[in-house]
């Protein structure tokens, strides 16, 4: 099985930046493929970031430009950048395999984003 640990998160300005953390452990020798996901409150989890086959990155619209995916094999961590937050950035930030999900979910860390 792989653990999946989420951290990084907590209350920032808008303007401000974060920097989430996933570390992975258990039965996994290196990361080919992760995302970030985020559930605000009410609405259902969606996939804000993604690496697939080692290096092809794909963000959603809503994060384009201000949100950066990356992997560190030796750590067995996947980061989040975030920049220039949003109020509408505020959600519970979770990582997992891209758009189907294989591992079980993390706790979470929460990104509350201050207007």
């Known amino acids: 099985q792989v653990q999946l640990v989420e951290s990084g998160g907590g209350l920032v300005q808008a303007g401000g930046s974060l920097r989430l953390s996933c570390a992975a452990s258990?039965?996994?020798?290196?990361?080919?493929?992760m995302g970030w996901y985020r559930q605000a409150a009410g609405k259902q989890r969606e996939l804000v970031a993604a690496?697939?086959?080692?290096?092809?990155?794909n963000y959603a619209d809503s994060v384009k430009g201000r949100f950066t995916i990356s992997i560190d094999n030796a750590k067995k961590t996947v980061y989040l950048q975030m920049n220039s937050l949003k109020p509408e950035d505020t959600a519970v930030y979770y990582c997992?395999?891209?758009?189907?999900?294989?591992?079980?979910w993390g706790q979470g860390t929460q990104v509350t984003v201050s207007s």
């Open positions: 258990g039965s996994i020798l290196r990361i080919n493929a």
């Open positions: 997992n395999t891209p758009f189907q999900a294989l591992y079980n």
């Open positions: 690496i697939t086959s080692g290096s092809t990155i």
